[in-house]
């Protein structure tokens, strides 16, 4: 399996027990999605790569949290909410979740309120993970963001999980 951060694409080989074998490649690197066999139709999964169990993104978060103290997960779309399921942010006291979109502040998602953005200047945040997107663009707009409201350390997706390690 290998994972482009910059473009959000899985590629993985898989076998089917017809025997047939092939390569997919998804969009999204955190989704789990659903696929069948072109040769006898039998449905798969693409799950969450298991080096990112919830074992391993858990134990990201904590020592993040333990480095730099109260962490924020900037978007709550689709794959951030993955994410934070997986590393059951539930029990997670120093977690603040922020999003843009006005709809979906105040909302409550894993026992904790999705904020505004404005909520750096009251916080005293030492990061900010921003959700997987294309292009590293988008990084720089949260970077500046952030920036005006803080001194927090934006950690990219690719950091966060040290996909270039593996």
């Not at 989704?31 to 069948?36: C, E, K, Q």
């Not at 066999?37 to 333990?66: D, M, W």
């Not at 997107?133 to 990084?139: D, E, K, P, R």
Request: hydrophobic share 40%; charged share 20%; net charge neutral.
């Amino acid at each position: 399996m290998s994972l482009d951060v910059l473009n959000r694409k899985t590629s993985a080989r898989y076998s089917c027990t017809c025997g047939y074998e092939a390569d997919i490649m998804i969009s999204g690197i955190l989704l789990s999605i659903g696929f069948d066999c072109p040769n006898c139709r039998q449905s798969y999964s693409l799950p969450f790569h298991e080096k990112y169990s919830t074992k391993y993104a858990r134990g990201r978060v904590e020592s993040l949290i333990n480095k730099y103290g109260e962490i924020a997960f900037w978007g709550l779309g689709i794959e951030m909410q993955l994410l934070l399921k997986k590393m059951d942010i539930f029990s997670l006291a120093n977690i603040f979740i922020i999003d843009k979109d006005i709809q979906k502040q105040g909302l409550q998602f894993m026992n904790h309120t999705v904020n505004a953005p404005d909520i750096l200047k009251f916080e005293k945040l030492g990061a900010v993970i921003p959700t997987p997107v294309s292009g590293l663009s988008y990084n720089r707009t949260i970077e500046n963001e952030v920036a005006e409201y803080c001194e927090a350390k934006v950690i990219s997706i690719g950091e966060f999980l040290k996909l270039d390690q593996y």
